[in-house]
């Protein structure tokens, strides 16, 4: 574990709700939420995988809840916000962690998989993010949407998802904007690649990933609980005037995506280059 530079009851008497919260990225988000004080409710379509989730977090002490249900379905979503809210006595944060990914070229992408993923990740911010509103309104609270870094340039195989997560970050600027009036924050994280995940199971598996880490300038895959120290910055007070912010965690991975003229050749034209006095 990371040493945290944050009291360990920063998010004490807060509660957050943290859709796809049983697994990977969202589940690292809700460990360090519980080790600072919150009380963590999460969401997911697997009840066994919530169930598992929710034994680890109660051992930090704060309440837990579990609910079912699937962000795609916006009747599901306001029951999950209302169960979550009548148990742990309102939401003050939202986290909209629940997504879809599988590696497809567009040419071969059904129309049905492309909807699937945008409901899964676009349409399902939405959902849980209005049917949010009124509890966050009361808790003067805040949304933190997990993006990604793909649509910054274009991602072989991962059209659909590109086009979710530019969507997303459009809704996070757009949301912030409309609902900052009414004392709610609205906040992106765009994390990198993230060891142990099955987003990185999916996308970059076996040889692809250590070339992928190799590239990376920090030369390693981040660690969902490094998301998760993000995240809790994001929902402190050190963060009180940040919002419509979309954070980037990536060890710098996308800023060095490889440029389409081999760094070789750059290397040779400027060996080659003689030094021109200016003409007086
Ligand atoms: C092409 C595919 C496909 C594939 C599904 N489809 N998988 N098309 N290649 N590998 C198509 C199906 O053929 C179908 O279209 C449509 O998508 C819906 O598929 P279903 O299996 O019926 O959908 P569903 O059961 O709802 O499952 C959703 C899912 C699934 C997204 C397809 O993979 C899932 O539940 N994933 C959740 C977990 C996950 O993906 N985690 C990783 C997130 S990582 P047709 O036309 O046949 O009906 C992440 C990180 C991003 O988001 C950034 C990383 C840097």
Redesign the pocket.
């Known amino acids: 574990m990371l040493t945290s530079p944050f009291k360990s009851d920063v998010l004490k008497g807060r509660v957050a709700l943290i859709t796809g919260g049983g697994s990977?990225i969202n589940f690292g988000i809700a460990k360090v939420f519980a080790s600072h004080g919150a009380d963590v409710a999460i969401m997911g379509r697997r009840e066994e995988v919530l169930k598992a989730a929710v034994a680890e977090l109660s051992k930090f002490g704060g309440k837990t809840f579990y609910k079912t249900g699937d962000v795609r379905d916006a009747e599901a979503c306001e029951a999950v916000i209302n169960a979550t809210a009548e148990a742990l006595g309102g939401i003050d944060i939202l986290i909209n962690g629940a997504?879809?990914?599988?590696?497809?070229p567009p040419e071969?992408?059904?129309?049905?998989?492309f909807k699937?993923?945008i409901d899964?990740?676009l349409n399902g911010t939405f959902n849980m993010s209005r049917c949010a509103f009124t509890h966050l309104k009361k808790s003067q609270g805040l949304i933190i949407n997990i993006s990604?870094?793909?649509h910054y340039k274009g991602t072989p195989f991962q059209s659909h998802?590109s086009a979710a997560?530019a969507g997303i970050d459009a809704l996070t600027i757009n949301l912030a904007a409309e609902w900052g009036p009414f004392g709610i924050r609205v906040c992106g994280i765009a994390?990198?690649?993230i060891g142990d995940?099955?987003?990185m199971r999916?996308?970059a598996p076996g040889e692809i990933g250590e070339k992928l880490k190799q590239a990376i300038p920090l030369k390693r895959y981040g660690t969902t609980e490094e998301i998760g120290m993000a995240a809790l910055f994001l929902s402190s007070s050190a963060a009180q005037y940040i919002t419509g912010e979309t954070l980037v965690v990536d060890g710098g991975e996308w800023l060095a995506r490889p440029s389409p003229v081999p760094r070789e050749l750059v290397e040779k034209m400027v060996a080659a280059q003689t030094r021109k006095e200016p003409s007086a």
Request: a neutral charge; aromatic letters at 4%.
């Open positions: 990977g997504a879809g990914n599988f590696l497809c071969m992408l059904s129309s049905n998989g699937t993923v899964i990740d990604a870094t793909l998802v997560k994390p990198g690649p995940t099955e987003g999916r996308l």
